[in-house]
């Protein structure tokens, strides 16, 4: 018998004195007062059934007895309940009895007493040691600023004494990889500080209008004006249509004259990356969501920034280019953002935008669908292309019937 006891509550026992006396730890305490076990029952009755098949561990809904057992076991979960909070000194994380019956054979009872104990240290371990928090408070805040920079030794420059909780991945060295997950782990509102030695800053959400969802483009805030040269990594996070795309990892290039970058196969540096940075290629398709992560050095990467093309526009979703007309003259657009409806305010957005002049208009990257490059790479030019592309979305088209927009993972 492995039982793992759920609870535990002490009867009187059947003698005077009938329960323990006032000078005992829980001589205060109510007979029958339900305890409950804090261990991970099921994950250690699971563990013991796989690694000792000779025993059959099992847990059941009460266990009340006046017997020693439970007696034991009594003291452990009153125990915990007296320091269940971290805060706590002698903060106690989970508690619990486990009846072992005199049927079990001395090896089978070894082995399962380190199955269950290392099931329970597996459990507790991510309770109690907390990455980043180098004083022990639970929070990751300026004093654990303090103690990760002092404790910076660089990629590859091994550990200095105390420095464990800075080296989030394990290998020996507290370095940006390490920030960047310092950041994410950051329990004071907002970001930490930045850390000179990691000057790679995350991308941010560009102003409007550039934060609207398009149908070829992603815009975002480049983020990093005093950083020093970054680059910009592109990873395909997910596309509905092309589930294949996931995980497609690209970089940015050198931004032309309207500030797209097209994807290359290579880091581009430069520290005069503009503030809002646009997107286009063959790459970038609707209903797909890319991250965007800066890095200083080609090897550590800032958290990931969050950016998406169109949402699906029930039944049709391909040419939704514009919500509905506002009247604003450039260089505002007349328009609001693309609105998961495909009608004639789509053409009218497109029409006005290619007109060009000081008309209510929405923008460039809202309305550019097409270009004559493999993959339809979109050319910031607007011509009658384009106005097909919406077109053929209003007779049910979607992007995926045709054969010159291909998967962002056919890209060339
Ligand atoms: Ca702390
Ligand atoms: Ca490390
Ligand atoms: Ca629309
Ligand atoms: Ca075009």
Known sequence: MW??????????????????????????????????????????????????????????DVDASRFLCNFIGYHAVWYHDLHPDPADPVWVVAS?????????SLPNAELATE????????????????????????????????????CFTGDGGGMLPDCDAGDFDDDGDVDCTDWYAFVLAWTDPGDPPPLAQCPAQRPATAPYPHDARKNRYISFDTNNAESGPVAFRIDVKECRDFPEAAGISMWLGQPDGNDVSRVVDAAYFTDTWPAVLHVGDCEIAPCCTYEMRATSD???????FEVGTILDAPPWFYGDTAGVGTGDLPPLPGFTPPNQILNVNDVTAYLLTAKGDDTPSAHVTWVDLHGLEPGCVPNYILNVADLQRILFGLEGQLYTDSTDQISPADCP
Do not use: C, K
């Open 3 to 60: 039982a793992i006891e759920p609870n535990n509550l002490w009867l009187p026992d059947y003698l005077e004195p009938l329960q323990p006396t006032i000078d005992m730890p829980i001589g205060g305490e109510t007979p029958l007062t339900d305890r409950w076990s804090t261990l991970p029952l099921q994950a250690i009755v699971d563990a013991v059934a796989a690694e000792v098949p000779a025993l059959v561990p099992f847990y059941t």
């Open 115 to 150: 199955v269950t104990v290392r099931t329970l240290i597996d459990y507790i371990d991510p309770i109690i040691y907390l990455p980043g928090d180098f004083d022990g408070d639970r929070e990751i805040n300026l004093p654990d600023h303090a103690a990760f920079a002092a």
């Open 96 to 104: 619990g009895h486990i009846h072992v019956g005199d049927t079990i």
């Open 298 to 304: 080609g090897t550590a990467f800032t958290n990931p």
